[in-house]
């Protein structure tokens, strides 16, 4: 679902290549500050479900990068490069 994986989403793939398939699970994982210890210093007994602390790192940029580096043709700073431009000049 490509349209709905953004720059600050997670991403999920099955790719059929050759006959087989191939499945990649790119959620988010957790900001290297943060661990259940200090969590706890803070006085939280479980992950909220609003706010800053449950929010992850985005898992989609990986994705991107994999996805490419596996079954894609172009070198990945080719893929980009159109996103960039635009990014920088509109």
Known sequence: EPTANGIGS????IVWHKDTMYGLNSSGCAPMEISIEKLKEQGIKEMPK???TPVTVPGAPKAWA???R???KLPFA???APAITY???G
Not at 10 to 13: L, P, Y
């Open 66 to 68: 994999e996805l490419s």
């Open 78 to 80: 080719q893929v980009l």
């Open 70 to 72: 596996r079954f894609g």
């Open 10 to 13: 997670d991403a999920f793939a």
């Open 50 to 52: 609003h706010g800053w």
């Open 87 to 89: 990014a920088n000049d």
